[in-house]
């Protein structure tokens, strides 16, 4: 394998040709109660749990856990980490060795047995990938030559993870930079996407030497076979390419298909576009029959949700549809150096237009947008997150935003509302590396700016593929009164060392909290601003008072610091 492999000068090394680098100048321009005494081992488990701050309640999913995936994987910089379909993986590439002897490597993490297998990458293989596209069964991963950034002829690529071997399955006999080859001689073909039945499609170009190329939607099976054409759309898109960043790849880029396999959704940069307001936009193609692309959106319609004193004009970067097929969720920036911008807009895959999830144009200045704050003490600049991605359940958007001082995750459901996405988790690891790229998985894992979240559907209901929380997994939910007490007492013994005989229940009342803290607020937490039935339980062990809060049918927890209920 050549010298500039796998993930080498990941960020010094941009070749592009004539037609790529007039793109880039296209998008260039363009009243509580006085505090109990501390159980013995209480005070030390609620340190210990931390990290890990949950909201209950109406929220469409709980955030049960945080953990770098460095952490995880015990790897330095997992560059293009990426979780499998089901959530038993996640998949990196590296480079080992020194100097001129590094050797790029693609790397398989197994969460169930914590081990990490490393592969060399192939020989013939140039560059590093942009992607790595997990199939559905998690046997194997596809992904290409980066054909944008590397200008390297792009093949698409399988490695199989049981036989550890990689595929190249259009191979064209050219490897390596395509600048000055001949046209007609080769051909691009990248961002394979795989079906829900285990195919990939994918796109292909090949340029004609005018500065235009062919551009088509193919098919393969990655047993074997030739690809198949689904569409030519070369008259309706002559000369285009679907242009991307390593370092700007969100959500699922800029090619995506839709989970019933019957459209891609694509922010395609017409590179020959003459009206600027056109040169990047939206699009939709069905992958069967011979219907036109339809347009959902152009480079104007983003500009919608942005405030006026905003320097750079927001463009799409990224998107992801929903779990129905019914929408697609773009994430859009400016990428503005000194106060940067970022819009989640979504949009019906029958068309209506772009709706923000949050709309900035009414914000008055900048320091409206990064000083000034709401009622949950939040600056409409933690409204812009860094990175986003559609939750396992399909439904929800997940916004992470980072501030240096305050970093957490925003839910939003889909279609938007009109409400402000909810605050539903704050993270303590506020220095963590801003990174653009996600991914999720069906157990309920979503990878976001190089952090491992952990979800799960709230307590009484079921999410398609989304792992159970461990409450749900112990049959404890739904618990009556009496059980909830039994279960706060059982929990006062342990923590304070005594004998159930010990405790005294002094009262038990049915109340409603005013928000998602179940009237036991952490300082400076952010919490869902929706009302919660629950219990507020009074126990007593000699002099000492004791404080058990819940959700109702939910199993309590001591609070040290208890705030009333709504009166």
Known sequence: MSQNNWISNIAGQRRFPTFILMAIVVLVLAACAAPPPTPPAAEEAATESAAVQ??????????????????????????????????????????????WNREGQLCIYTFDTGTTVCVDGPETYEGYPYDLAWSPDDSMIAFSENPIQLAYESDIWIYDVAAQTFTDLTDDGVTGGYTGLDAGTYALDYFPMWTADGQINFWRSEPQGDETATFGLYTLD????????????????????????????????????APDGSKVAMILTRLLATDPDNAVGLWLVDTSGDGPPTQLADSVAFQAAQPSWSGLPVRPLGLSWTGDSAGVVVFAGNNDPQIPVTVIYYTAADGGGLTPVVDFSDVPDSEAY????????????????????????????????????????LMAGMPPTGDMPAPAYRSDDTSAEIIARSSRSAD????????????????????????????????????????????????????????????????????????????????????????????????????????YHSALGQPPFWCENPAPPVE
């Open 222 to 257: 990655p047993t074997g076979g030739d690809p198949a054409l689904l569409r030519d759309l070369t008259g309706d898109f002559p000369g285009e390419f679907l242009l991307f960043n390593t370092e700007e790849y969100y959500m699922d880029g800029v090619s995506a298909l």
């Open 370 to 409: 990064t000083s000034a704050t709401n009622e949950l003490g939040l600056s409409m600049r933690y409204y812009a997150p860094w990175s986003a991605a559609v939750a396992p359940d399909g439904n929800t958007v997940l916004m992470y935003t980072n501030l240096g001082n305050l970093a957490g995750i």
């Open 54 to 99: 949950e909201y209950m309640g109406t929220l469409p999913l709980n955030i049960t856990s945080e953990q770098r995936i460095a952490d995880v994987v015990d790897a330095n910089q997992p560059a293009l980490a990426t979780l499998s379909s089901t959530g038993a993986h996640v998949a990196w590439v590296q480079s080992e060795g020194a100097l």
């Open 444 to 547: 309920g894992k979503v990878l976001l700016s190089g952090i491992l979240f952990q979800t799960s559907a709230p307590a009484g209901d079921e999410a398609d593929g989304s792992e159970q929380t461990g409450q749900e997994e112990s049959g404890m939910t739904d618990l009556t009164v009496d059980e909830t007490v039994e279960l706060a007492r059982a929990d006062l013994a342990a923590q304070a060392n005594v004998s159930p005989d010990a405790i005294e229940t002094v009262d038990v009342q049915e109340v409603t909290w005013p928000d998602a803290s179940l009237g036991c607020p952490e300082p400076d937490m952010m919490y869902a601003q929706v009302l919660q039935d629950g219990l507020q339980i009074q126990l007593q062990v000699g002099e000492d008072t004791y404080y």
